[in-house]
């Protein structure tokens, strides 16, 4: 989510732009990660920076933590999830944790899409 990012439309007089205000003159974000368990209880982190395997990795060791049964994630084939460092650190926890992925270019089977789109929608409906 953005600062300065423009939901919705705006008006102006025939032949001019319309321009829509932003708070601030710098542009701030923040992003999430999420996971949504088949009971529907949420787990997220946010950050700054940018989505990268030691990210993602922070992500998997704070979801298996702690946990007494092996943990089953189903997720999207965002080329973050498949990178050598995140394979490599699969195999060696495959006890604790075990990944599949879904189908290519397939959002409405990922339930964390939907959890976006309200998100998204809730954040930008305020003033």
Known sequence: MRSNDQRGRSYSPKGQTPVAPHCGRQRRRVNYIASVSNGGSVRFMLYTQSFDGPL????????????????????????????????????????????FYLPSYSPDLNPAEYLNNDVKQQVHDKP
């Open 56 to 99: 993602y990795l922070r992500f998997l060791k704070r979801l298996v933590q702690g946990r007494q049964h092996k943990l089953i994630v189903i997720t999207d084939r965002h080329p973050v999830h498949t990178r050598r460092l995140v394979q490599d650190w699969l195999e060696i926890h495959k006890d604790e944790i075990e990944i």
